[in-house]
């Protein structure tokens, strides 16, 4: 079904500013099917964009401002061209002058412009929704002043944005899946080379889905970025014994075993997850060829499991969601996904079983937390794209 948002969106860029918009795009979040906190470390991911987006209403000022709308927030944002500064309380705002800036350094002619966004891509849930934010607004500004951007550059610049203006160190998964991704398919990203492959998903038969926690507890962004720097310990441990080695993608499962004894606990656990989790993306990409959905399915639970237990990136609520899925009918597996320490889970489910799940997962969840929690059935799309040129 068409989304309506477009519609909303562009309407409220009419009644706000008086003229219609030039442009409208959509910019979609994502899930990862396997491979988290792979992609930092130069190893695999597999995620895909899906049907929940982000949509963007754009428009050329004749002055050097910025007006920011966001529909979902109801919140404006107003701001100079030249010198678009980190606003403190309006942190949304953040993710689009991150993206103004980089563009701006890398001496690209820009004008003021007046934006409206929303859509129905829930934020903190775990669906890189600031991914979505920044790729939309990238994409429009390339279009809206015929930047000679690539797509790849784009992807680059989301991600300096969200590392140096937010702060967040995170990899280039998200926004590189938000841009790139393509309709009923899932891509297998080698990190290091940035090599994308795709595998057809459009199976007739499962069905991904998510269940929504509603948390996100505290110190997500610095427990992140503590183990962004526990696994680099990894790499100077390693490096000892072989000076090529530059991330763990150099290293192998035997290698780090045979080092054991140099490692600190924690360090030899987080490192160990990585590396089976790259091997994880490795042998469901083969079951994936093979539409085997069930040694897939394993393999998620094998990764919940390592993410819980060795990376420590879970949370009551996410085990809670996926021990009740264990052993649920048509359920072929399912996993905390993305950063952790809430947000979604995902699960991967025989589509004709998916109304059952959901009412039981509801409700177990409401037995235990008294509260309802949403679910999702979401469907994989294309990446960041034009939705309408109306100059
Ligand atoms: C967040 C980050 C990604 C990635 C995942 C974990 O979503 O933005 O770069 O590291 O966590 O896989």
């Given at each position: 079904?068409?989304?309506?948002?477009?519609?909303?969106?562009?309407?409220?860029?009419?009644?706000?500013?008086?003229?219609?918009?030039?442009?409208?795009?959509?910019?979609?979040?994502?899930?990862?099917?396997?491979?988290?906190?792979?992609?930092?470390?130069?190893?695999?991911?597999?995620?895909?964009?899906?049907?929940?987006?982000?949509?963007?209403?754009?428009?050329?000022?004749?002055?050097?401002?910025?007006?920011?709308?966001?529909?979902?927030?109801?919140?404006?944002?107003?701001?100079?061209?030249?010198?678009?500064?980190?606003?403190?309380?309006?942190?949304?705002?953040?993710?689009?002058?991150?993206?103004?800036?980089?563009?701006?350094?890398?001496?690209?002619?820009?004008?003021?412009?007046?934006?409206?966004?929303?859509?129905?891509?829930?934020?903190?849930g775990g669906l890189s929704s600031s991914a979505a934010l920044e790729n939309g607004i990238g994409f429009c500004l390339k279009e809206l002043f015929r930047l000679s951007i690539s797509r790849l550059e784009l992807v680059q610049i989301?991600?300096?944005?969200?590392?140096?203006?937010?702060?967040?160190?995170?990899?280039?998964?998200?926004?590189?899946?938000?841009?790139?991704?393509?309709?009923?398919?899932?891509?297998?990203?080698?990190?290091?080379?940035?090599?994308?492959?795709?595998?057809?998903?459009?199976?007739?038969?499962?069905?991904?889905?998510?269940?929504?926690?509603?948390?996100?507890?505290?110190?997500?962004?610095?427990?992140?970025?503590?183990?962004?720097?526990?696994?680099?310990?990894?790499?100077?441990?390693?490096?000892?014994?072989?000076?090529?080695?530059?991330?763990?993608?150099?290293?192998?499962?035997?290698?780090?075993?045979?080092?054991?004894?140099?490692?600190?606990?924690?360090?030899?656990?987080?490192?160990?997850?990585?590396?089976?989790?790259?091997?994880?993306?490795?042998?469901?990409?083969?079951?994936?060829?093979?539409?085997?959905?069930?040694?897939?399915?394993?393999?998620?639970?094998?990764?919940?499991?390592?993410?819980?237990?060795?990376?420590?990136?879970?949370?009551?609520?996410?085990?809670?969601?996926?021990?009740?899925?264990?052993?649920?009918?048509?359920?072929?597996?399912?996993?905390?996904?993305?950063?952790?320490?809430?947000?979604?889970?995902?699960?991967?489910?025989?589509?004709?079983?998916?109304?059952?799940?959901?009412?039981?997962?509801?409700?177990?969840?409401?037995?235990?937390?008294?509260?309802?929690?949403?679910?999702?059935?979401?469907?994989?799309?294309?990446?960041?794209?034009?939705?309408?040129?109306?100059?």
């Open positions: 079904m068409e989304s309506l948002y477009p519609e909303i969106i562009r309407q409220k860029y009419c009644d706000i500013f008086g003229s219609a918009p030039e442009l409208i795009v959509r910019s979609p979040g994502r899930i990862n099917l396997i491979g988290d906190h792979t992609d930092y470390n130069e190893g695999f991911v597999l995620p895909a964009a899906i049907d929940k987006a982000i949509y963007f209403a754009i428009g050329v000022r004749s002055d050097d401002t910025i007006r920011l709308f966001s529909q979902n927030l109801n919140d404006t944002h107003i701001s100079s061209l030249t010198l678009p500064e980190k606003s403190i309380t309006q942190t949304w705002a953040n993710y689009i002058l991150g993206v103004v800036n980089e563009i701006l350094k890398a001496d690209h002619p820009l004008k003021g412009f007046n934006l409206v966004f929303g859509g129905d891509l829930p934020t903190g989301s991600k300096m944005a969200e590392n140096e203006f937010v702060g967040m160190k995170c990899g280039i998964m998200d926004m590189f899946v938000s841009m790139m991704g393509r309709f009923n398919s899932v891509i297998r990203l080698d990190c290091r080379s940035l090599e994308a492959n795709y595998f057809p998903f459009g199976s007739n038969e499962y069905v991904w889905v998510l269940c929504d926690t509603m948390v996100k507890h505290a110190l997500v962004d610095s427990e992140y970025n503590t183990r962004r720097s526990e696994c680099e310990q990894g790499v100077v441990l390693l490096k000892q014994f072989d000076p090529s080695i530059k991330s763990l993608r150099d290293v192998s499962l035997q290698m780090l075993e045979k080092h054991k004894d140099a490692f600190p606990g924690v360090v030899y656990q987080r490192c160990k997850f990585v590396l089976e989790e790259n091997q994880r993306v490795e042998q469901a990409c083969l079951a994936l060829e093979k539409n085997d959905f069930l040694a897939f399915g394993e393999l998620m639970y094998q990764s919940h499991q390592g993410l819980s237990e060795l990376y420590e990136v879970s949370c009551e609520e996410l085990n809670f969601l996926v021990d009740q899925a264990k052993g649920s009918s048509g359920v072929c597996g399912s996993r905390m996904m993305g950063g952790g320490f809430g947000g979604c889970t995902l699960n991967l489910i025989q589509k004709s079983k998916v109304a059952v799940f959901v009412d039981k997962m509801k409700k177990a969840y409401f037995d235990h937390y008294k509260k309802t929690i949403p679910c999702y059935v979401v469907q994989l799309d294309q990446g960041t794209s034009i939705v309408q040129q109306i100059r």
